[in-house]
Protein backbone atom coordinates (compact mmCIF):
# COMPACT_ATOMS: atom_id res chain seq x y z
CA UNK A 1 0.00 0.00 0.00
CA UNK A 2 1.24 3.35 -0.92
CA UNK A 3 2.34 6.34 1.80
CA UNK A 4 0.81 9.13 1.81
CA UNK A 5 3.35 11.42 3.03
CA UNK A 6 2.53 14.09 5.84
CA UNK A 7 2.47 17.03 3.87
CA UNK A 8 3.74 19.11 7.31
CA UNK A 9 6.62 17.17 7.24
CA UNK A 10 7.25 17.25 3.64
CA UNK A 11 6.63 21.58 3.59
CA UNK A 12 9.26 22.17 6.43
CA UNK A 13 11.86 19.91 4.50
CA UNK A 14 11.00 21.94 1.37
CA UNK A 15 11.45 25.01 3.11
CA UNK A 16 14.78 24.44 4.29
CA UNK A 17 16.20 23.75 0.61
CA UNK A 18 13.90 26.40 -0.80
CA UNK A 19 13.01 29.33 1.43
CA UNK A 20 9.61 31.40 1.24
CA UNK A 21 8.08 28.24 -1.23
CA UNK A 22 5.50 26.81 1.38
CA UNK A 23 2.36 28.43 2.35
CA UNK A 24 1.02 25.97 4.52
CA UNK A 25 0.84 22.15 5.00
CA UNK A 26 -1.71 19.80 6.63
CA UNK A 27 -1.95 16.26 7.46
CA UNK A 28 -3.19 15.32 4.37
CA UNK A 29 -1.80 17.81 1.39
CA UNK A 30 0.79 20.45 1.19
CA UNK A 31 0.27 23.81 -0.43
CA UNK A 32 2.69 26.07 -2.41
CA UNK A 33 3.40 29.27 -3.82
CA UNK A 34 2.72 29.50 -7.54
CA UNK A 35 6.07 31.53 -8.28
CA UNK A 36 7.94 28.49 -6.92
CA UNK A 37 5.71 25.83 -8.26
CA UNK A 38 8.55 24.35 -10.60
CA UNK A 39 11.56 24.76 -8.16
CA UNK A 40 9.87 22.53 -5.68
CA UNK A 41 8.48 20.03 -8.34
CA UNK A 42 11.91 19.51 -9.33
CA UNK A 43 12.96 19.30 -5.63
CA UNK A 44 10.57 16.44 -5.42
CA UNK A 45 11.26 14.86 -8.36
CA UNK A 46 15.00 14.60 -7.30
CA UNK A 47 15.70 14.47 -4.64
CA UNK A 48 16.76 11.00 -2.40
CA UNK A 49 14.28 10.14 -0.19
CA UNK A 50 11.17 11.35 -2.26
CA UNK A 51 11.89 10.44 -5.66
CA UNK A 52 8.51 11.53 -6.63
CA UNK A 53 8.30 10.03 -10.60
CA UNK A 54 4.75 9.52 -11.22
CA UNK A 55 2.54 12.39 -12.01
CA UNK A 56 -1.39 10.67 -11.72
CA UNK A 57 -3.52 13.38 -11.91
CA UNK A 58 -3.56 17.30 -12.31
CA UNK A 59 -6.64 19.03 -11.61
CA UNK A 60 -7.97 22.43 -10.33
CA UNK A 61 -10.87 23.70 -8.23
CA UNK A 62 -12.44 26.74 -8.38
CA UNK A 63 -12.86 28.75 -5.31
CA UNK A 64 -13.57 32.00 -6.54
CA UNK A 65 -11.19 33.91 -4.65
CA UNK A 66 -8.82 31.88 -6.21
CA UNK A 67 -8.04 29.12 -8.30
CA UNK A 68 -6.20 25.97 -6.73
CA UNK A 69 -4.43 23.30 -9.11
CA UNK A 70 -4.16 19.94 -7.21
CA UNK A 71 -1.05 17.58 -8.39
CA UNK A 72 -0.95 14.16 -7.11
CA UNK A 73 2.67 12.83 -7.16
CA UNK A 74 3.52 9.23 -6.32
CA UNK A 75 6.99 7.52 -5.83
CA UNK A 76 7.24 3.96 -7.19
CA UNK A 77 10.63 3.47 -5.32
CA UNK A 78 9.86 4.60 -2.30
CA UNK A 79 6.22 3.72 -2.12
CA UNK A 80 4.68 7.54 -1.35
CA UNK A 81 2.81 9.59 -2.46
CA UNK A 82 2.08 13.42 -1.96
CA UNK A 83 -1.17 15.35 -2.27
CA UNK A 84 1.02 18.95 -3.92
CA UNK A 85 -1.60 22.26 -4.59
CA UNK A 86 -0.83 25.76 -5.57
CA UNK A 87 -3.05 28.60 -5.71
CA UNK A 88 -3.58 31.26 -8.28
CA UNK A 89 -5.44 34.53 -7.23
CA UNK A 90 -5.50 36.07 -10.90
CA UNK A 91 -9.08 35.50 -12.17
CA UNK A 92 -8.63 37.47 -15.25
CA UNK A 93 -5.39 36.05 -16.61
CA UNK A 94 -4.22 33.16 -14.16
CA UNK A 95 -0.62 32.03 -15.15
CA UNK A 96 1.44 29.20 -13.44
CA UNK A 97 4.69 27.08 -14.49
CA UNK A 98 3.53 23.77 -16.56
CA UNK A 99 5.47 21.12 -14.95
CA UNK A 100 5.22 18.65 -18.85
CA UNK A 101 9.00 19.35 -18.90
CA UNK A 102 9.35 17.14 -15.42
CA UNK A 103 6.19 14.71 -15.86
CA UNK A 104 4.96 13.74 -19.57
CA UNK A 105 1.70 13.31 -18.00
CA UNK A 106 0.52 16.52 -17.40
CA UNK A 107 0.66 17.37 -21.12
CA UNK A 108 -3.06 16.53 -21.97
CA UNK A 109 -4.30 17.43 -18.39
CA UNK A 110 -3.11 20.79 -18.67
CA UNK A 111 -4.65 21.34 -22.14
CA UNK A 112 -7.78 20.42 -20.45
CA UNK A 113 -7.27 22.78 -17.48
CA UNK A 114 -6.35 25.35 -19.94
CA UNK A 115 -9.73 24.75 -21.72
CA UNK A 116 -12.08 24.45 -19.08
CA UNK A 117 -10.87 26.62 -16.76
CA UNK A 118 -8.65 29.24 -18.62
CA UNK A 119 -5.30 28.66 -16.21
CA UNK A 120 -2.43 29.03 -18.69
CA UNK A 121 0.73 27.12 -18.10
CA UNK A 122 3.59 28.84 -19.00
CA UNK A 123 6.51 26.54 -20.60
CA UNK A 124 3.91 24.38 -22.29
CA UNK A 125 5.21 22.91 -25.36
CA UNK A 126 1.64 22.74 -27.09
CA UNK A 127 -0.84 24.92 -24.86
CA UNK A 128 -3.95 24.69 -26.84
CA UNK A 129 -7.86 23.66 -26.71
CA UNK A 130 -8.55 19.97 -26.27
CA UNK A 131 -11.88 19.61 -25.45
CA UNK A 132 -14.25 22.38 -27.07
CA UNK A 133 -13.79 23.98 -30.40
CA UNK A 134 -12.06 26.97 -31.39
CA UNK A 135 -13.90 30.00 -30.85
CA UNK A 136 -16.17 29.06 -27.67
CA UNK A 137 -16.44 31.86 -25.44
CA UNK A 138 -15.88 31.28 -21.63
CA UNK A 139 -14.70 29.07 -19.38
CA UNK A 140 -17.41 26.55 -18.54
CA UNK A 141 -15.63 24.59 -15.41
CA UNK A 142 -15.48 28.07 -13.44
CA UNK A 143 -18.56 28.63 -11.21
CA UNK A 144 -19.34 31.79 -12.57
CA UNK A 145 -19.81 30.71 -16.05
CA UNK A 146 -23.48 30.06 -16.33
CA UNK B 1 -31.52 -45.12 -39.38
CA UNK B 2 -30.31 -45.76 -36.24
CA UNK B 3 -26.94 -43.61 -35.44
CA UNK B 4 -24.58 -45.91 -33.23
CA UNK B 5 -22.90 -44.18 -30.61
CA UNK B 6 -19.26 -45.90 -29.88
CA UNK B 7 -19.67 -46.37 -25.98
CA UNK B 8 -16.44 -46.79 -25.44
CA UNK B 9 -13.54 -44.58 -27.05
CA UNK B 10 -10.93 -46.20 -27.29
CA UNK B 11 -9.23 -45.43 -31.19
CA UNK B 12 -9.86 -49.20 -32.47
CA UNK B 13 -13.41 -49.27 -31.04
CA UNK B 14 -14.76 -45.82 -32.16
CA UNK B 15 -12.86 -46.82 -35.84
CA UNK B 16 -15.07 -49.70 -35.85
CA UNK B 17 -18.29 -47.72 -34.59
CA UNK B 18 -17.64 -45.59 -37.38
CA UNK B 19 -17.31 -48.15 -40.28
CA UNK B 20 -20.56 -49.63 -38.91
CA UNK B 21 -22.05 -45.88 -39.00
CA UNK B 22 -20.93 -45.71 -42.95
CA UNK B 23 -22.25 -49.22 -43.50
CA UNK B 24 -25.60 -48.62 -42.32
CA UNK B 25 -25.67 -45.25 -44.30
CA UNK B 26 -24.84 -47.25 -47.20
CA UNK B 27 -27.19 -50.14 -46.91
CA UNK B 28 -30.32 -46.80 -46.66
CA UNK B 29 -29.32 -44.61 -49.35
CA UNK B 30 -30.04 -47.30 -52.34
CA UNK B 31 -33.20 -45.05 -53.91
CA UNK B 32 -32.63 -41.61 -55.83
CA UNK B 33 -34.96 -38.70 -54.19
CA UNK B 34 -36.76 -38.00 -57.56
CA UNK B 35 -36.57 -34.31 -58.85
CA UNK B 36 -38.37 -31.42 -56.22
CA UNK B 37 -40.59 -30.52 -59.88
CA UNK B 38 -42.60 -33.73 -60.07
CA UNK B 39 -43.83 -33.95 -56.41
CA UNK B 40 -44.32 -30.05 -55.71
CA UNK B 41 -48.09 -28.88 -55.96
CA UNK B 42 -48.41 -28.10 -59.42
CA UNK B 43 -50.83 -24.91 -58.59
CA UNK B 44 -47.22 -23.76 -57.62
CA UNK B 45 -46.03 -23.23 -60.76
CA UNK B 46 -49.21 -21.93 -61.89
CA UNK B 47 -49.15 -18.64 -59.34
CA UNK B 48 -48.97 -15.63 -60.93
CA UNK B 49 -48.34 -12.95 -58.37
CA UNK B 50 -50.12 -9.23 -59.24
CA UNK B 51 -48.58 -6.46 -57.19
CA UNK B 52 -47.58 -2.42 -57.78
CA UNK B 53 -43.72 -2.13 -58.31
CA UNK B 54 -44.60 0.46 -55.16
CA UNK B 55 -45.29 -2.22 -52.90
CA UNK B 56 -42.37 -4.31 -54.62
CA UNK B 57 -40.06 -1.69 -54.17
CA UNK B 58 -41.66 -0.81 -50.59
CA UNK B 59 -41.36 -4.80 -49.73
CA UNK B 60 -37.69 -4.92 -50.70
CA UNK B 61 -36.76 -1.74 -49.17
CA UNK B 62 -38.14 -2.57 -45.71
CA UNK B 63 -36.57 -6.28 -45.39
CA UNK B 64 -33.17 -5.51 -46.15
CA UNK B 65 -32.17 -2.18 -44.26
CA UNK B 66 -28.65 -1.91 -43.14
CA UNK B 67 -28.13 -0.12 -40.23
CA UNK B 68 -25.48 2.32 -39.44
CA UNK B 69 -24.15 2.43 -36.20
CA UNK B 70 -23.89 6.05 -34.58
CA UNK B 71 -23.17 4.79 -31.16
CA UNK B 72 -21.88 7.33 -29.28
CA UNK B 73 -23.05 6.56 -25.49
CA UNK B 74 -24.59 4.07 -22.84
CA UNK B 75 -27.40 3.32 -25.93
CA UNK B 76 -25.28 1.97 -28.12
CA UNK B 77 -25.20 -1.17 -25.40
CA UNK B 78 -28.88 -1.43 -26.20
CA UNK B 79 -28.53 -1.95 -29.80
CA UNK B 80 -25.87 -4.45 -29.22
CA UNK B 81 -27.99 -6.39 -27.57
CA UNK B 82 -30.26 -6.32 -29.63
CA UNK B 83 -28.53 -7.44 -32.38
CA UNK B 84 -27.20 -10.17 -30.58
CA UNK B 85 -28.48 -13.82 -30.85
CA UNK B 86 -31.03 -13.13 -28.23
CA UNK B 87 -33.30 -9.97 -29.61
CA UNK B 88 -31.66 -10.96 -32.96
CA UNK B 89 -32.24 -8.14 -35.53
CA UNK B 90 -31.14 -10.45 -38.04
CA UNK B 91 -34.97 -11.40 -37.97
CA UNK B 92 -35.67 -7.58 -39.96
CA UNK B 93 -33.34 -8.20 -42.16
CA UNK B 94 -31.00 -5.70 -40.45
CA UNK B 95 -27.78 -7.71 -39.40
CA UNK B 96 -25.40 -6.36 -42.14
CA UNK B 97 -24.47 -3.46 -39.87
CA UNK B 98 -22.24 -0.80 -42.08
CA UNK B 99 -19.72 1.02 -40.61
CA UNK B 100 -19.55 3.14 -43.82
CA UNK B 101 -22.49 5.70 -44.64
CA UNK B 102 -22.54 4.79 -48.09
CA UNK B 103 -24.12 1.80 -47.53
CA UNK B 104 -26.29 1.88 -45.60
CA UNK B 105 -30.08 3.24 -45.14
CA UNK B 106 -30.78 3.78 -41.67
CA UNK B 107 -28.79 5.83 -38.92
CA UNK B 108 -29.04 5.09 -35.62
CA UNK B 109 -28.10 7.49 -33.44
CA UNK B 110 -27.61 5.86 -29.98
CA UNK B 111 -26.46 8.46 -27.55
CA UNK B 112 -25.27 12.11 -26.57
CA UNK B 113 -24.21 14.79 -29.26
CA UNK B 114 -22.54 16.99 -28.49
CA UNK B 115 -21.90 20.31 -30.73
CA UNK B 116 -18.30 19.01 -31.77
CA UNK B 117 -19.54 15.36 -33.04
CA UNK B 118 -22.35 17.18 -34.65
CA UNK B 119 -20.54 18.53 -37.73
CA UNK B 120 -19.34 14.61 -37.75
CA UNK B 121 -22.66 12.98 -37.29
CA UNK B 122 -23.89 15.95 -40.25
CA UNK B 123 -21.38 15.21 -42.45
CA UNK B 124 -22.43 11.09 -41.98
CA UNK B 125 -25.97 11.97 -43.07
CA UNK B 126 -25.21 13.69 -45.99
CA UNK B 127 -22.85 10.70 -46.72
CA UNK B 128 -25.55 8.33 -46.98
CA UNK B 129 -27.33 7.42 -50.27
CA UNK B 130 -31.19 7.91 -50.88
CA UNK B 131 -34.17 7.06 -49.48
CA UNK B 132 -32.34 7.10 -46.13
CA UNK B 133 -34.00 7.44 -42.32
CA UNK B 134 -32.79 8.26 -38.80
CA UNK B 135 -33.49 6.46 -35.74
CA UNK B 136 -33.04 8.97 -32.29
CA UNK B 137 -32.45 6.40 -29.76
CA UNK B 138 -32.60 7.47 -25.71
CA UNK B 139 -33.31 10.47 -24.18
CA UNK B 140 -30.04 12.43 -24.91
CA UNK B 141 -30.99 12.12 -28.91
CA UNK B 142 -34.13 13.01 -28.17
CA UNK B 143 -33.70 15.90 -26.65
CA UNK B 144 -30.81 16.42 -24.86
CA UNK B 145 -31.95 14.39 -21.65
CA UNK B 146 -30.36 15.27 -18.45
CA UNK B 147 -27.51 17.12 -20.33
CA UNK B 148 -29.68 19.47 -22.54
CA UNK B 149 -28.91 22.57 -20.32
CA UNK B 150 -25.26 21.98 -20.99
CA UNK B 151 -22.71 24.33 -23.07
CA UNK B 152 -22.15 21.31 -24.94
CA UNK B 153 -24.86 18.70 -25.92
CA UNK B 154 -27.12 19.02 -28.88
CA UNK B 155 -30.58 19.50 -27.58
CA UNK B 156 -32.01 16.90 -29.84
CA UNK B 157 -30.35 15.64 -33.09
CA UNK B 158 -33.41 16.75 -34.98
CA UNK B 159 -31.47 20.15 -34.91
CA UNK B 160 -29.04 18.65 -37.11
CA UNK B 161 -30.41 16.04 -38.94
CA UNK B 162 -34.60 14.98 -39.76
CA UNK B 163 -35.18 12.22 -37.42
CA UNK B 164 -38.08 9.76 -38.24
CA UNK B 165 -38.92 7.84 -35.60
CA UNK B 166 -37.93 8.22 -31.89
CA UNK B 167 -37.45 5.72 -29.29
CA UNK B 168 -37.57 7.18 -25.37
CA UNK B 169 -35.94 5.32 -22.62
CA UNK B 170 -32.93 6.22 -20.71
CA UNK B 171 -31.42 3.63 -21.75
CA UNK B 172 -34.49 2.03 -23.77
CA UNK B 173 -34.48 -1.69 -23.76
CA UNK B 174 -33.65 -3.24 -26.88
CA UNK B 175 -37.57 -4.56 -27.17
CA UNK B 176 -38.51 -0.86 -27.34
CA UNK B 177 -35.57 -0.27 -29.96
CA UNK B 178 -37.32 -3.07 -31.97
CA UNK B 179 -41.19 -1.62 -31.67
CA UNK B 180 -38.97 1.84 -33.08
CA UNK B 181 -37.90 -0.43 -35.94
CA UNK B 182 -40.97 -1.58 -36.42
CA UNK B 183 -42.48 1.78 -36.43
CA UNK B 184 -40.02 2.66 -39.28
CA UNK B 185 -41.18 -0.76 -41.26
CA UNK B 186 -44.93 0.67 -41.26
CA UNK B 187 -43.32 4.27 -42.47
CA UNK B 188 -41.35 2.78 -45.01
CA UNK B 189 -44.32 0.09 -46.64
CA UNK B 190 -46.34 4.10 -46.77
CA UNK B 191 -44.14 5.07 -49.05
CA UNK B 192 -43.34 5.19 -52.77
CA UNK B 193 -40.28 5.00 -55.65
CA UNK B 194 -40.21 9.22 -55.81
CA UNK B 195 -41.03 9.72 -52.44
CA UNK B 196 -39.79 7.19 -50.13
CA UNK B 197 -39.68 9.66 -47.24
CA UNK B 198 -43.76 9.89 -46.82
CA UNK B 199 -45.26 10.51 -43.71
CA UNK B 200 -46.85 7.81 -41.13
CA UNK B 201 -50.42 8.86 -40.71
Known amino acids: MTVALNGEDTGKKIAEAIPGSVVSGDKNSLIVESKSLLQVAEYLKNTPGMEFDYLTVVTAVDFMEYFE ?78 | MEIIRPEVFTPQESDIAEGKLINSFIANCTSQYSDPDKWLDEEIHRNILLTTVDTAVAWARQRSIFPLIFGTACCAFEM ?57 VGACAISGGTFRESYSVVPGVNRIMPVDVYVPGCPPRPEAMIYGINRLHAKIVKGTIDNPNLSLK
Open chain 1, 69 to 146: VVYRLVSMKNNQSLMLKTRVFDRVNPTIPSVTGLWRAAYYQEREIFDLFGIKFEGHPYLKRLLLWEGFEGYPLRRDYL
Open chain 2, 80 to 136: IAASGPRFDLSRFGMDIIRFSPRQADVMMITGTITWKMATAARMIYDQMPEPKWVIA
